[in-house]
């Protein structure tokens, strides 16, 4: 089992293209980076799971219902005190723009509200950087993953969010710095890498296991020690590329899981090759769909070449 920590909260998604001023209607998708990769290691066939609050509301209903929907399991606490959080989109070229809201209840997450077996039991753990913006929050994922570093993989999606650290910009690169010091495993854009070597944070003084950039239409790179390979981008029609991001980190860590190599110290260009198309593929098909929740169930891509060189061999 995968388990991802973070945010799960309601998308809502302008129904027409433009800035939010000028909308006037909004469909509701659920959403938050972890429990979208969550739902997507679901739908490729790999055992996920959540760890996460919602409020005592009718959305964190409707969110623990499509989670479990979706097979995913979950070990999502529930907060009398703050409500759901939520999300508006607006969809420009469909390129996402976010407002994310604040004083939700997965910011209120407590060392006490995670049960730690399914952690430390995990094939790996997957985090972002939101509950990295507000305490307990912070605290607590922070906690969970020093105690975790060397026992159990550790994937890290940097997922920038400035508008929730405005003033604490510092604050921001460091916690950042902190996290990637923890991680095995990382994933950003090319737009996030630029900006923290912008703000004084190479790369290359950490040492993950596996780092992945992509690079929308131009594709990803991936490392992992000395082996480095580009994997070029397939070429689709995007309606919606919320989510994205999310199902090339769900595809990474799926094509790692197939291939036996979550737990390995470096992997060689051929196996970098094959996870790094599987990736691209799953990343591409989700953009063809609304919603964050996108990825392609493995039934719908099984027979496609990037997808037996992986899932296939592994089942025989």
Do not use: C
């Amino acid at each position: 089992m995968i388990v991802s920590i973070g945010e799960v909260l309601i998308d809502f998604i302008a129904l027409q293209e433009g800035k939010l001023k000028d909308v006037k209607s909004f469909e509701k998708h659920p959403g938050g980076a972890p429990a979208n990769v969550a739902v997507g290691l679901s739908r490729l066939g790999v055992e996920g799971a959540l760890v996460s609050k919602v409020g005592e509301d009718p959305f964190g209903d409707f969110l623990l219902e499509r989670l479990h929907d979706e097979g995913v399991k979950t070990y999502v606490s529930r907060d009398a005190e703050k409500h759901t959080g939520v999300v508006f989109v607006q969809l420009i070229g469909a390129k996402p723009e976010f407002i994310l809201y604040d004083g939700v209840a997965y910011f209120n997450l407590k060392p006490w509200d995670v049960e730690t077996t399914p952690l430390e039991n995990a094939e790996a753990v997957h985090f972002g950087t939101v509950l990295f913006a507000r305490e307990p929050s912070r605290s607590t994922l922070f906690g969970i993953l020093e105690e975790l570093k060397g026992r159990v993989p550790l994937s890290y999606d940097v997922n920038i969010r400035p508008d929730l650290w405005r003033g604490r910009e510092e604050e921001m690169l460091r916690n950042i710095e902190r996290a990637l010091q923890l991680a095995d495993i990382v994933k950003l854009g090319d737009g996030e890498l630029e900006y923290l070597r912008n703000n004084g944070i190479s790369l290359d003084e950490f040492d993950f296991k596996l780092l992945a950039v992509t690079s929308g239409e131009k594709g990803s790179e991936l490392t992992s020690g000395d082996a480095k390979v580009h994997i070029p981008a397939y070429r689709v029609e995007p309606v919606d590329t919320t989510g994205a991001g999310d199902a090339f980190t769900a595809a990474l860590l799926a094509g790692l899981h197939y291939s036996n190599l979550l737990g390995e110290d470096s992997i060689d260009e051929e196996h970098l090759r094959k996870i790094g198309r599987f990736a691209n593929l799953v990343a591409a098909i989700s953009t063809t769909r609304r919603g964050a929740w996108s990825v392609p169930k493995m039934e719908e891509i099984v027979q496609m070449k990037e997808v037996r060189e992986l899932y296939q061999r592994s089942r025989r």
